[in-house]
């Protein structure tokens, strides 16, 4: 209930931010109901390494043909 932003992730799903638990916001940026900073720059880290976009990570990919 005291954390700042909450997240859950998965290979399909990707980052995925809580806005709130048993009907509370989770942090203070979420009352206006907003992705907090942390899960969008995660988001978009992700995003980038599972579309092998950046070279970073590349061992976590295998090109299927």
Not at 33 to 39: E, F, H, L, S, T
Not at 43 to 61: D, P, S, V
């Amino acid at each position: 209930y005291i954390s700042d932003e909450a997240f859950i992730c998965g290979s399909s799903a990707r980052i995925v931010p809580i806005l709130s638990i048993d009907k509370r916001p989770v942090g203070t940026i979420n009352i206006a109901g907003k992705v907090g900073p942390i899960a969008s720059k995660l988001a978009e880290r992700y995003l980038a390494a599972q579309k092998g976009m950046t070279k970073e990570y590349k061992e976590w990919r295998m090109e299927v043909k």
